[in-house]
């Protein structure tokens, strides 16, 4: 951690005197200056500029800091830019900062984050290593424009088209870094030569992956469109990122058997799921109890990738462990309308609809948190389901202990049941639609990890053995 030099500290603490600041805010205050001048030094940002604030905001919601943290933050920081302390050696001079110029990242939706880092792989976030660390500021001077009703816009805009939070959080990510890339220029003023000066320094200078440079295109696009009601027009003379072949990280059975056994419950069930389906660690946790149907032996996921729901064939031998565990939600149902609990988490505001619906049993999560969530705008305790990052901890933990040399994540079962499928002489159309690929050259990355013949009928690799 970054130490703020004993100078620097003594005037913070003269300013939050100055500034009346309550005594027990006050440690909190320190901490925030601290993780503030700590990011600044670490990622070579001007400490005290309206982009490094914004991005330094970003990381914290990144890193599930509540709004009320990201609040309480940008208020220590601005007291520490307002009262123009001297930057401590290695970082930039404090400017003077209109307070409105630097908006603070927040939700309404009191609902736990589901994805607290974005990957690389099957569309996620950003890709590698995160925008927010790899970004720096353009070397145009800063203009102070604030964009807050630009990006209200954006968020709502996003929500009438009914795409995910994901998307929404990734597409206001990107247009908070052409923001500070610009130095908050003027929407007004924005041009297309704008947009290829950020592209291009992504690709020379930042060397990020072909896939986040497209996703930054994609969502300024969007913006430029939706929010701005503008086109930006043809963007040519962009240095391309250079598209690298990927070739995923797949499991042996023996190897999926060794990671599942050192998993406790319900982390097994997850991992089973995804390697047993073909699943994406999100589908996966959204997962209902209506979405099973057991005399069929179907699963159905809903709202997949791209707003896309889709049937896959539920492996036999889950199905016993499958009625158990909807014995244990139930069981929890009942515990938490005793104690008077809203129920669960509903989408699209369906609970105004359908106000006992998330008390009802077919509504509940198939794998529910541990803790009930309390939604300060109502004053009602919901429940929430497991969230990803408690997978992935447990999964690296397993690999670790299985001692399997390889890069393990809940993804690597999704990859190792596409190629468990092939290897079993599957159709690839057939590998194709239980993936809920748009197209069948995605799925055909998987050609590369092992060799194959055709089959048209399939089963889940759960029942095939070894």
């Not at 503008?230 to 391309?240: A, P, Q």
Request: hydrophobic share 35%; aromatic share 8%.
């Amino acid at each position: 951690m970054y130490r703020v030099p004993d100078e620097t500290m003594r005037r913070f603490v003269a300013s939050m005197d100055g500034a009346r600041i309550a005594i027990r805010e006050r440690g909190h205050y320190q901490k925030w200056l601290r993780y503030y001048l700590d990011f600044c030094d670490k990622y070579h940002k001007p400490a005290g500029e309206e982009g490094s604030l914004a991005l330094f905001i970003d990381k914290l919601a990144s890193k599930n800091q509540s709004e009320t943290q990201r609040q309480q933050a940008a208020r220590a920081v601005r007291l520490y830019v307002k009262r123009s302390i001297p930057a401590p050696a290695g970082t930039s001079k404090p400017l003077a900062v209109r307070e409105k110029s630097m908006p603070v990242a927040s939700s309404k939706v009191a609902v736990p984050p589901s994805a607290p880092k974005p990957s690389r792989r099957d569309g996620q976030a950003l890709g590698g290593r995160s925008a927010t660390e790899d970004f720096r500021s353009a070397s145009s001077p800063a203009t102070g424009a604030s964009w807050e009703k630009e990006l209200d816009a954006l968020k709502n805009t996003i929500r009438m088209r009914n795409y995910s939070p994901r998307t929404s959080q990734t597409y206001h990510l990107w247009t908070r870094k052409f923001q500070t890339y610009t130095r908050s220029k003027p929407p007004g003023q924005l041009t297309t030569e704008d947009v290829k000066a950020f592209l291009t320094d992504l690709a020379v200078r930042q060397n990020v992956a072909a896939s986040t440079q497209n996703q930054a295109f994609n969502a300024l696009l969007f913006f430029f469109r939706h929010v701005l009601g503008r086109e930006f027009g043809k963007v040519e003379g962009v240095v391309r990122a250079k598209r690298r072949r990927y070739i995923p990280v797949v499991l042996s059975r023996e190897e999926v058997d060794s990671v599942v056994a050192r998993l406790a419950h319900p982390y097994d069930l997850v991992v089973l799921l995804l390697y047993g389906c073909g699943l994406r660690i999100s589908e996966a946790l959204d997962l209902r109890i209506q979405c099973f149907n057991l005399d069929e032996g179907i699963l159905t996921v809903h709202d997949g990738k791209g707003q896309k729901d889709r049937t896959v064939p539920l492996p036999k031998m889950l199905l016993p462990r499958i009625r158990a565990q909807f014995q244990r939600v139930d069981a929890l149902r009942r515990e938490d309308l005793a104690q008077g609990s809203a129920g669960v988490f509903l989408p699209r505001q369906l609970d105004k609809k359908y106000p006992n619906a998330g008390r009802e049993f077919v509504w509940q999560w198939f794998f529910p948190a541990k803790q009930l969530s309390f939604v300060k705008s109502t004053g009602e305790n919901r429940r929430y389901h497991v969230l990803d990052s408690e997978v992935q901890k447990a999964v690296k933990a397993a690999a670790d202990a299985a001692g399997i040399p390889k890069r393990v994540s809940p993804h690597t079962f999704r990859h190792t049941f596409a190629s468990h499928l092939l290897q079993a002489n599957v159709d690839i159309r057939t590998i194709q639609e239980r993936l809920g690929h748009s197209d069948v050259k995605t799925t055909m990355i998987y050609t590369h990890t092992v060799p194959s013949r055709t089959l048209k009928d399939a089963g889940s690799p759960l029942d095939m053995g070894s």
